[in-house]
């Protein structure tokens, strides 16, 4: 490796291990060695605990290494942290902004907390707030900003003192499409126009594909590091789609072939499914499953070469719990959900504006939106936790208006925030919420033996559920919810932060789940999640601009005789349309 001191981060066989509440001696960081050049974007990518947020702490000052070198800045951090924290810039998972100052007293108080005089504000203020678009609301409280605005502003903070490094830690996650391809143009803007050098680490794989050198980590290791397209080389020759053959959907189909053992990864796309092998063999593929498919082999991309990268690490696949007979489909023209023109007012804010859907039994259904779109708001007066102001709302043929206890017997709720008792261990939380259902004796500990053999929670029944990893985390709260076997199940945001493996793994068992008949409808920011669902309506403002099936919803947003576009594409035309024309409106 080149030891050159004129690069802005160099670390060699940098080595961390901690200390579990229950004794349990982890090590986070074993023997990583990486480099980042002046003026460029360098991105961690890994697994839940791979120790991505680990080694951004260290670089920052705020951890000491047990083993190995680190130089920041042509300092040895672990020597002169406050030198290296002088000169860089570091914006946290949760960035600490004070919601009950506005934009404006947040800029001051970071300014104030580095010593940035009233030129330099003057100076730095107005171009900060422009590349933000914040401008117009420096009155507004922090609160009171969309989860978008509040990365923003977290960023602008971070960059108040300008730095001469910037560490971003997920500075996407959580975000709505819109606002993350917003970051993403200032980010892309402060490193090629104006030469800052940033290090980050990213969930989102397409995201590493924007940078100039990606560096994998699983396990506390480093599994490759290179140029994305050097990296994606890993995968060639392996990636493949295939249109599901008769009886199955897309959604189906992926769910069984990630239980091959040839396969590698599996993905819905477009209506079809999209899947790497685990050896380069060409034509030949031997899976029953694609007997009477039409198979095509593809351009690999870096999320292809990601999971080639991980399974190696990780070696055979573990037998799953999760078991798949022939297709079936549950659903019915029974209706689950029924919603006709839903409003909810918060004073003089309309949150939920007039909105109208329908669920079949046994349907797939998503809510997708920007952040501030009345989704969780919807979710809340969908599962009885939230009066309506006013219209229709049924779930599983109760009426919310007068009966939400007795709907909520046959409703499963996973939260946006981790909604389970830190303090408790897994098995705590399992016997404190199948109590709260009203699940007894024999049949308490029948659901609780299910859940656990089901989620593959055995081996950590004894620990805190604060100190589960992330993809843990999320199966304890699905099995919580899943306990007194509801009909219908709602997922609001059920894999913001969860890495792909893990993401994976949940849209196996949705299937597994809608296949036997439950009705899930489900919030998500990662559009291509929205390729599970069989139809999708697309909130923003409270009110709903579009809904269909996938395919509907693509050709939707089409705006001109090119390629179909991907989800994404089509979801940030049709919202960025309708605020076109109601700004329009405005100023009519």
Known sequence: ????????????????????????????????????????????????????????????????????ALNVLDIDVVAQPQAVQDRIGYMPQKFGLYEDLSVQENLDLYADLHGIGAAERQRQYPRLLEMTALAPFTRRLAGQLSGGMKQKLGLACTLVRSPELVLLDEPTVGVDPLSRRELWDIILHLVKDEGLTVLLSTSYLDEAERCGHVIVLHSGRVLAQGTPEEITGTAGARAFVADPPAGYTARG??????????????????????????????????????????????????????????????????????????????????????????VRRFGNFIAVDHVSFQVRRGELFGLLGPNGAGKTTTFRMLCGLLPVTSGTLQVAGVDLRNARASARQHIGYVAQQFSLYGQLSVTENL???????GLRGSRKRARIDWAMQQFELGRLTHLASAQLPGGYKQRLAMAAALLHEPEILFLDEPTSGADPMARREFWQRITMLAEGGVTVIVTTH???????????????????????????????????????????????????????????????
């Open 253 to 342: 189909l992926q769910a069984r072939l990630l239980g091959e053992p040839d396969v590698i990864d599996a993905v819905p796309e477009a209506g079809r499914v999209r899947f790497v092998r685990a050896a380069k063999t060409g034509a030949d593929l031997p899976i029953a499953l694609l007997a009477d498919a039409k198979v095509e082999s593809v351009p690999p991309r870096f999320e292809d070469a990601f999971m080639v990268l991980l399974r190696r690490a990780v070696g055979d696949r573990p037998t799953s719990n999760m078991k798949f007979g022939q297709p079936s489909n549950q659903r019915t023209d029974k209706l689950a959900v029924e919603v006709r023109d839903l």
């Open 431 to 437: 016997e404190f919420f199948a109590s709260a259902y």
């Open 526 to 588: 990662f559009m291509e999640e929205a390729e599970y669902c069989d139809r999708v309506a697309i909130l923003d403002a409270g009110r709903i601009l579009a809904q269909g099936t996938p395919t509907e919803i693509r050709t939707q947003g089409r705006r001109d005789d090119s390629a179909e576009p991907s989800m994404e594409d089509a979801f940030i035309a049709i919202v960025q349309e309708a605020r076109s024309v109601n700004r329009s409106k405005d100023a009519a």
């Open 1 to 68: 490796m080149n030891g050159a001191v004129t690069l802005p981060i160099v670390g060699r066989d940098i080595c961390k291990t901690f200390r579990l509440g229950t004794g349990e001696v982890v090590r986070a960081l074993d023997g990583v060695s990486l480099e980042a050049r002046h003026g460029a974007l360098t991105a961690l990518v890994g697994p839940d605990g791979a120790g991505k947020t680990t080694l951004i702490r260290l670089v920052a000052g705020l951890f000491t290494p047990d083993a190995g």
